[in-house]
């Protein structure tokens, strides 16, 4: 069986090329993702950044610990507490020790922080230039913490403090400092930076390591950090697990939607590969050749396509791996140092995947050539019956009913579930693969009723392309179904964002009830909120972003989003989606919650962790919808756990002079160098469109599925043309010219994407419509956006593909003499 699979190889290898291909993208692009995939697993051991001269670091925790019945839970603190001002002075008491305070500062339209000279000793920056700051006023900066040259030592620049509005002013620099990877820094005197900032945020400290211990036990929420555990007091410690993270689920994804589609393009192939040798395969049954000997051959010729491509498509993906890496690292999806490393698992991932599937896709297509009669595949060798076998239509309606099936259960029982990342990338999947599997049954029908027009046209090439696609089913499905896959995911997967943006955008334009914002990027200037509270006219809601954690089923710590403000004034400012209970019931001992909180009736307590770890039990005073999910929860300024205003929300009264209003609120921002912008350009900035990570990863998605369907458009189109060379010449002989012929080849492959397209933009438009579903049933009034502008590029890259894939063989094919031509093939 090897060697006659070898020589049918050998003679047929047209028919194998774009198998070959696919299969050897296939594995090269599983390799590449898996090389990039194995990478993430791993952050770098960074050593300390900050406190690298510190032996001990005394730090507050930022993670919350609670002990459940089945093990301890953990939770990220929004505002972790300060040092206490008695551990800072026991600390002193037993070696030196220098306090870090850390505040944003802005400096020339750059943003930095700000610490105490005096805690440089303990970190890798020193002076360049200069000296130290001694008196009030003055600063040392690094070095790229200005414009142009940087500034230097004798200048005056201006340095602004959100938060701390009498340390906004100018300042002279005394010294300059290396900069470093981690931060932009502006180090003060220590008594100026005490009195801008009078919390401690830390504390460096030359003592005995367990001595230090001991006094912190009595202290709980503090955390001793020695050796690589310094490294904790670091500005984002997790930056590099988290930023990994990010990348880890879109390489997953990407290699979830490669194996996806190139099963589909395998298959694909060797199904029309098969169809097209039927009259082969009839004279080996003729010849005494029994129905396992050609399932056999079939088989392998896919065992040793599967073999030499899986091994070149390995290669391939080593070598683009670490382009892969860059690429990622220039698009800013992956940090600085991300890099491919020595693990060689992918490899042999990919090979016995690739392998895998080149066998999976041939085993329908063997069983199929295996029952192939002599005498019927005979007589039958040239005819498309357009016959689907019952397994196929079976599994694909089993399929569809799956996709459709789980989409009405999540609208059922869980709205929300269907706007989560994970469903609304894998759940399009189960209907769009039952529709790639029905595809046959669906093609006919569309065929002729997209050419019911062009056939109706002047002159007979719409005729003849309506009759070929309608006819020839199987090659119109197999150019079809790889056009119908990429038309889906592209009008699904982005579809589905670009739905779910413009939603919470909608969403938070209806909550808000202000006609200006400030804020919303860090604390803000008190004189700003200041001011703002006495504009004449105006209704002013100042709020501070913090956080709730809360247990739920005894096991799960669920940290939410919240923002504290006065009940008064959010009232007034904001039109919350309530479903129970009043705003204006809300106070210190209470708390605003959505009904995806376990506990959500009103009146009943639950016991929360604010976002400085402490355990409180609040009432629950309201209710509101979920929403899109951006709903959060609402507390009391009490219940902030001191985090800074960072929004004010402000509302013109009935009968104010709009235009006065707004003329004060800006001069009140210029004054203190704080943006005002109206409700609408506000949200427009803090809830964008698609952009960032997710686009880019959607778009890697669609361009491996676009990608594919290029080989499958290439590949189907290039085996069927040169099986109608002897049709071409009949044409010719008929008395059409060469360019009628090429016309009516291009018209056809057009009219094949077109079917594609349209079948795929239904797929796309079902998702659209579960996505609307959702929405509604979560109270949400927002249009489906669709990306015309991506669908669009799709369909021209797929026409384009299909026109060249069908024109260029059929120009080849017209070089020769077409009575030569239907001469050697009677």
Sequence with gaps: MLSSALRSMRTRWVTFVGSFVALALGAGLLAMTGLALAATFDAPDRSPERFAAAPVVVAPSDTLRVATSVGERTARLTDPRPVPRDLADGLSALGPTAEDRTFPVRTAGTDAVGHPWSVAAATPYRLLSGRAPAREGEVVVTADAGPGRGPRAGDRIRIAVPGASAA?????????????????????????????????????????????????????????????????ADPDPDRDSEALTAVNALLGTAAGITGFVSVFVVASTFSFAVAQRRREFGLLRTAGATPGQVRRTVLAEALVIGTLASAAGCLLGEAAAPLLARRLVDEGLAPDWFAIGDATWPLHTAFWTGLAVALAGAAVSAHRAGRIRPVEALRDAVVDDGRMPPSRALLGAAVLLTGLGLLGWSLLTDPGDVLKRKAYILQPMWIIVGCALLAPLLVRPSARLLTWFPARLPGATGLLARQNASTSVRRTASVATPVLITVALAGSLLGTVATIDEARATEATAVSGADFVAGGDGPLDPRFVQRVRSVPGAVASASRSTGVTVLEEGTALISSEARAADPAALAATARLPLVAGRLTDLDDGSVVVNEEWETRTVGEHVRVWLGDGRAVSLRVAAVMRTGTGSNGVYVTPANAAGAAVDRVDIKVRAGADRSAVRALLEKAGRDTATPVMTRDAWVAAHHPRTGGSTRAGLLLILGIALLYTGIALANTLVMSTSDRVRDLAVLRLTGATASQVLRLVAVEALMVVAVGAVLGGAVAGLNLLGVRSALALLAVSSPVVVPWAAVGAVLAACAVAATVSAVLPALAALRARPVEVAGARE
């Design 168 to 232: 906004t002013g100018p300042r002279t620099v005394v010294g300059t400092a290396a900069a470093t990877d981690f931060e932009t820094a502006v180090f003060f005197g220590d008594a100026e930076a005490a009195r801008i900032h009078p919390a401690v945020d830390a504390v460096a400290v030359h003592a005995d390591a367990d001595a230090v211990r001991r006094l912190a036990r009595a202290f709980p929420g503090m955390s001793v950090l020695t050796g690589d555990d310094r490294r904790r």
